[in-house]
């Protein structure tokens, strides 16, 4: 059959649509802050063969672990699982890749009576009954890490399963609020169904599918043209975990290989440390939409994701490794080597693609987290979680960027001095840039920002922060940025240099001064 | 004779439209914008229309003079004074990206460089206690710099002065005492006094930024009515959707940064009152853009804050969502697919069939190959070049191996898609399936497309008011004078105390008492409303809870009441709620709505014309359909017409595809009735 440009286009934007759809659906319907706020979520819709149709984020980082999940049910349980009306859930680290806070919930999608597809969301829940609330920084293995769920029906043939969501509810530390995220993903997953449901209605499954066959060969082809572009060769580089959260003196290693040839691409992850005691570890799925990233962001970063995406470039992940990790090792913060691996594979590709690399940013998260009993401004028990930003990397043409959310997380902003001090017991004295701490070079890398705070009440400090060892390295010449550093008490009797902290206890008075990356600079400087 | 006149001054056209005040007579014009002088543009039109202006006896306009200022970043050189110790917040902009596979991402550049922002001692703490005086010094320095160095405006913006404005009032007449009329001085706290230091920075900086332009705007306006002896009343849309007089406006010159287009949102509350249809999608469809904005409740959808350029605004605005899809917008294949839009032929070359040189097929020029615009009386009889549409068209239509009347109908169906999916995302937002709403098409091409919008979004019925192409004037002229305030008021639900909260209210309702007895509303026309901003514990975002007259905040059951109604304003907006959790109070909000005195609008006075309709052939579903072609003034009210047909008129043409059903109401709107579409009402 023939099928009309016009007709692709119009279903091409509709499946997009439909994904931003669900997106909306579930941050709007979400009962917890992280993801209406936090946009930790990222949402899919998929076809019969777990490709993606459409698929819209909040985080940049999920590409590829939500289809990971429905294609692990069916390999398991065989093609006739799937049922009308069935909505399922799994959080199981080894196989969604990241920790166990990330819920997938994704539904069989049937038209007529034929399974056509899948809507698929993953959230991260506030708790699943871990040994600290909320996960912790020192688990040691997974069983520490609080609820695990292979595939598992939460609703069955349009009815609530109850035993399992008691089961959930007696697990996590705030029910409420969690099944009422999971609802929020139900009601997301069958906006999709309904949106894909439409789209058939309309067109007939024939056109649909010949659609997608055309807008999935569109974004190959753009792939391979652009990967064709890129010398062929070998590309390496090397970076370094400041340690695993447990043996502060250990750092752990991750060497990233690149090869281009022709129209394909490898990158190859085998090269790193084995799976680690501390929680940095990640299900090989997480590596590869790290990888992903990487890739996306130098090879097509305007393009929609879709099912034509990603097939001319292969992960290789060595089980038992950091990035593949098997169970029982810990994985709660999965997240502290993403920001490292996508780095690596723009500075292996350095050479081959100098105008469109840049140099390294300042590394992720950087996580600042008060909590204690007593919140003396509201007689209740508070726990706050900011992520702090820094520099980017320069590149060809630009200085790097000043003060901004690392490329792990997207939407998120800092928290106004006038809303943390009203909120918490910490007043901030200080919240300005870090002069200088950008590496210098023909253009500058983008500076990080100190944030100092002085304590109102006794309470506890947490901080996990990374990318002392190997902190963001300039390209062509020019300069790292300044690592991160954390003083409690500066120039005080106390004085203290920390970067990771679990459950630190400090007095009201105490001063605590973040100060955050820079990022590398671009060239070498005329200076 | 005396005239109420409104006015929207676009970037290629000024619009006109004017009411008799004895008759209720309306009329309407269009005549060019002079973008070198839009102050001398308003007398300009004003002759254009051939409105004397001793008969003007009230005017309303929008005006983009303040957003023309930021478009072309030319507004004033501003100096930035806060506190000691943030000084970057400007500049770090709370860290966050809009794009999230960008590796070569920048912020949007500041108005502000680093360099004109000054740090100034002094100091509260968030319960609003003084933990350092004001370093008054300081800021006499800065009052020596800016003379020095000649800047043209102070935006000042001390850390919690939304609780206590005093440090900010202080350095405000010490900044005026030194520097007279030299600069303009702006204080956060009378700007925004909510919290959030860099969103309520942004605001400031805004309004010091573009207040000396619209200013001299202003001053030219009243010295030229005044000039003849005449003492208009010269009013000024606001973003919110109300409007003020230029003597505020003046004095607050942001709230209209956003003036021009929520007219046409403001004539969507008025159509949805006329018709009782309390649910309406707003869409406006010109050369370059498409603005979709809705009415909830017979009200417009308004938000306490929002962004312009990437700036955050605290202000109200009316929620706009603009795509890049006008009758300009060009067609491309890429990668073998059809792509139309964003870009745009814009006003030169314009599309093809303009005859001005443009050769790449646009949205116009499928609709004139398909025989929807009618080449002699389209935009008021600029002749179309026929011929010229139909060869881009076919260049592109060889390019995708299409035939090139399915080409044209595809290039229609693609953007009328795209059109679909923007409304759709902002009713999603809302909680709502567009199936609920009624849809009001105006500017020049939102007509044309409305019928098959409607069809892709599951609407059966679609509204064309009077005036489509001056919808946005007509709507200034229905809006009523509004008056916004706000306090910061944070309390939880466990230490609320209800006597405050009433005295804060008596404050803000004194304040708009005062503020509608100075824009010179009689007591009988003012109405005031209040409300809460509210969210649970841990939210960020907040809910405006509205309180009603019977509401007595110091009664016993006052708190209980409010939780349940955040909670129900909450399913509303999020689809759940959670009853019992604890809730926040952040700020309050009080709106004062002076009711502008109006006579009732007559239409269908004018008898009928005779006019020969034709029948023409049209394309739709990809073939010819013998196909009525009738001038708007041919239809009084009361007339009936089944599709396919077209209505043309000066400003706009209206297409009706065939199975649709058209009649003209009381007040000679076309109504247009469409069949549901069954895949859509299956999944209903």
Redesign the interface.
């Known amino acids: 059959m023939t099928l ?3 007709t ?3 279903i ?3 499946l997009i ?1 439909a994904a ?2 669900m997106n ?2 579930l941050i ?2 979400a ?3 992280t993801i ?2 936090g946009k930790d979520c990222a949402v899919a819709l998929l076809d019969r063969h777990h490709r993606v149709l459409g698929q819209s ?1 909040g ?2 980082i999920f590409l590829g672990n939500l289809e990971e999940c429905t294609r692990h049910t069916e390999e398991r349980f065989g093609s006739d699982v799937w049922e009308p009306g069935d909505v399922w859930v799994l959080n199981d680290s080894y196989v969604g890749g990241t920790h166990l806070n990330d819920c997938t919930v994704y539904a069989p999608i049937f038209v007529s009576g034929e399974l056509v597809g899948f809507a698929a969301s993953r959230a991260h829940w506030i708790d699943m009954g871990s040994k600290d609330p909320g996960g912790s920084m020192d688990s040691t293995t997974i069983y520490q890490e609080g609820l695990r769920m292979g595939p598992t029906r939460i609703v069955v043939a349009g009815e609530e399963n109850s035993d399992v969501l008691r089961m959930i509810e007696t697990n996590v530390r705030f029910p ?2 969690t099944l ?1 995220d999971m ?2 993903q139900v ?1 997301c997953a069958r906006m999709g169904v ?1 949106r894909l ?2 789209l058939f ?2 067109y007939g499954a024939v056109i649909v599918d010949a659609a997608r066959a ?2 999935f060969a ?1 974004t190959e ?2 792939e391979r043209e652009r990967i064709a572009a890129i010398p062929d060769g070998e590309y390496e580089a090397t970076g370094w975990l400041d340690n695993d959260g447990i043996d502060l003196d250990t750092p752990l290693h991750v060497t990233v290989r690149v090869t281009v040839a022709g129209e394909h691409m490898t990158v190859d992850l085998t090269d790193c440390a084995d799976q680690a005691t501390g929680p940095v570890n990640c299900g090989r799925s997480q590596a590869i939409s790290a990888a992903r ?1 990487g890739y ?3 090879i097509s ?2 393009v929609s994701l879709n099912g034509g995406s990603f097939l001319p470039l292969d992960v290789q992940v060595r089980d038992g490794s950091m990035l593949g990790a098997r169970e029982p090792a810990s994985c709660q913060y999965y997240y502290s080597s993403l920001g490292m691996l996508i780095d690596l594979v ?1 500075k292996a590709l350095a050479p081959a693609m100098p105008e ?3 140099a390294a940013s300042y590394g992720d998260s950087m996580i600042v987290q008060f909590a204690g009993e007593l919140n003396p ?4 028990p508070f726990v706050t979680l900011e992520a702090t ?1 820094g520099g ?1 990397g320069a ?1 060809h043409g ?1 200085d790097g ?5 690392n490329n792990v997380n ?5 928290l ?4 943390v ?2 909120l918490y017991p910490v ?7 870090r002069h200088g701490s950008g590496g210098a070079g023909r253009w500058r890398g983008g500076d990080g ?1 100190v944030r ?1 705070y002085v304590m109102e009440a006794d309470q506890d400090l947490s901080l996990w922060w990374e990318r002392s060892v190997t902190p963001a390295w300039g390209a062509f010449g020019g300069e790292a940025g300044a690592p991160p550093r954390v003083v409690l008490n500066p120039g005080g009797p106390g004085e203290r240099q920390l970067l990771k902290a679990n459950s630190l206890r400090v007095r009201r008075g105490d001063t605590l001064r973040c100060e955050s990356g820079g990022g590398g600079g671009y060239g070498v400087s005329p200076n | 004779m005396t005239y109420r006149v409104a006015m929207d001054i676009g970037g290629t056209f000024t619009d006109v439209v004017s009411c008799d005040e004895t008759s209720g007579r309306m009329s309407a014009g269009k005549v060019l914008t002079t973008p070198d002088d839009l102050a001398r543009g308003v007398f300009d039109a004003l002759a254009g229309v051939r409105l004397p202006l001793s008969d003007v006896g009230f005017f309303v306009h929008g005006t983009t003079q303040g957003l023309n200022a930021l478009l072309e970043r030319r507004g004033a050189n501003v100096l930035i004074m806060t506190s000691e ?5 400007y ?8 794009r ?8 949007q550049a500041p108005l502000v460089p680093r360099d004109d922002i000054v740090e100034v001692g002094g100091r509260f ?2 319960s609003g206690a003084e933990l350092e005086p004001l370093d008054e010094d300081a800021v006499r320095l800065v009052a020596k710099r800016v003379r020095e160095e000649g800047f043209d405006a102070v935006a000042v913006c001390l ?2 002065a ?1 609780l206590d404005g005093s440090h900010e009032q202080r350095a405000g007449r010490i900044l005026r005492e030194e520097l007279g009329d030299e600069a303009l001085v702006v204080l956060s706290h009378e700007v925004a006094p909510e ?5 309520r920075t942004s605001t400031t900086v805004l309004e010091a930024y573009t207040g000396p332009s619209v200013h001299r705007y202003l001053d030219k306006i009243e010295d030229r009515f005044s000039g003849k002896g005449l003492d208009v009343p010269v009013h000024v849309m606001q973003s919110s959707g109300g409007l003020v007089n230029a003597d505020f406006a003046r004095r607050h010159p942001l709230q209209t940064l956003l003036s021009g287009p929520v007219g046409g949102t403001m004539g969507g509350v008025a159509v949805s009152r006329l018709l009782d249809r309390p649910n309406v999608i707003c869409i406006d469809m010109g050369g370059t853009s498409f603005d979709v904005s809705l009415v909830l409740d017979h009200r417009p959808d308004v938000s306490p804050d929002g962004e312009v350029e990437g700036f955050p605004l605290l202000m109200p605005l009316v929620n706009l969502h603009t795509v890049g899809a006008g009758g300009g917008s060009l067609a491309y ?1 890429e ?6 839009g964003p870009e745009s032929a814009g006003a030169a070359p314009g599309p093809a069939c303009y005859g001005r040189g443009g050769t790449r097929p646009t949205v116009t020029d499928a609709n004139c190959v398909l025989g929807r615009v009618d080449p002699e009386s389209f935009a008021g009889g600029m002749n179309l070049d026929v011929t010229a549409a139909r060869a881009a068209v076919a260049g592109l239509a060889g390019d ?1 191996g ?1 035939d090139t009347v ?2 044209a ?2 290039i229609c ?2 953007g009328n ?2 059109m679909a ?1 923007a409304i ?2 902002l009713t ?2 809302h ?1 709502r399936e567009p199936g609920q709403f009624a849809l009001l098409a105006f500017g020049g091409a939102g007509p044309m497309h409305a019928a098959f919008i409607a069809q892709e979004i599951g609407v059966t019925e679609v509204v064309v008011p009077r005036f489509p192409g001056a919808f946005s004037a007509w709507g200034m002229l229905e809006a009523d004078v509004r008056r916004d305030f706000s306090m910061q008021f ?1 309390a ?1 639900n ?2 609320l105390d209800t006597t405050a909260l009433a005295t804060a209210f008596r404050t803000l309702h004194g304040q708009a008492t005062e503020a509608l007895a100075e824009q010179g509303i009689a007591v009988d026309r003012r109405r005031i409303g209040h409300g809460i901003d509210m969210r649970y514990e ?4 907040t809910l405006t809870v509205p309180l009603t007259d019977a509401d007595d905040v110091t009664a016993p059951g006052f708190l209980a009441d409010i939780q349940q109604r955040f909670a129900e304003e909450h399913e509303k ?4 709620a ?1 009853p019992g ?1 604890p809730v926040q109070f952040v700020a309050l909000r009080t709106t004062g709505h002076g009711l502008v005195e109006r006579v009732d609008a007559q239409y269908g006075a004018a008898a009928a014309e005779e006019s020969e309709s034709v029948v023409r052939d049209v394309v739709f579903d990809g073939a010819p359909w013998p196909t009525t072609i009738v001038p708007r003034t041919a239809l009084p009210a009361g007339s009936e017409l089944a599709g396919p047909a077209i209505v043309h008129e000066e400003t706009s043409t209206t297409v009706v595809p065939p199975g649709a059903r058209l009649r003209v109401d009381d007040n000679e709107f076309l109504i247009m009735t469409l069949a549901a579409r ?3 009402e ?2 209903a």
Not at chain 1, 377 to 380: A, L, Y
Not at chain 1, 401 to 405: D, F, P, Q, S, V
Not at chain 1, 410 to 414: A, F
Not at chain 2, 573 to 576: A, E, L, Q, V
């Open positions: 009309s440009p016009v692709t286009e119009i091409r934007s509709a649509q931003e759809d909306m659906t709007r319907s009962y917890t802050p209406y706020e984020s985080l940049p409420y609020v009422g609802r929020a009601a309904r449901g439409e209605a309309r055309k807008i569109q082809r753009l990233v996306k962001l130098l970063p305007a723009i469109q690399v840049a401004r509201t007689g209740q930003v980017w590149w630009s960027e000043t003060a901004l959310i997207g939407s998120l902003r800092d106004p001095i006038e809303v001090e009203t007043r901030v004295t200080h919240y300005g840039i920002v100092e | 110790g943030i000084g970057d917040v500049r770090i902009a709370r860290g966050n990206r809009s999230l596979f960008d590796l070569h991402y920048r912020k703490d968030a850390l919690f939304y919290w959030r230091e860099y969103e294949a990668g073998g697919a059809l792509r139309v995708l299409m399915e080409l109908s595809g169906d693609v898609a795209k999916q759709r995302t999603v937002e909680g944070f939880t466990a230490d841990s939210q960020d975002y907006r999020y689809g759940h959670t959790a069954p895949e859509l299956a999944h």
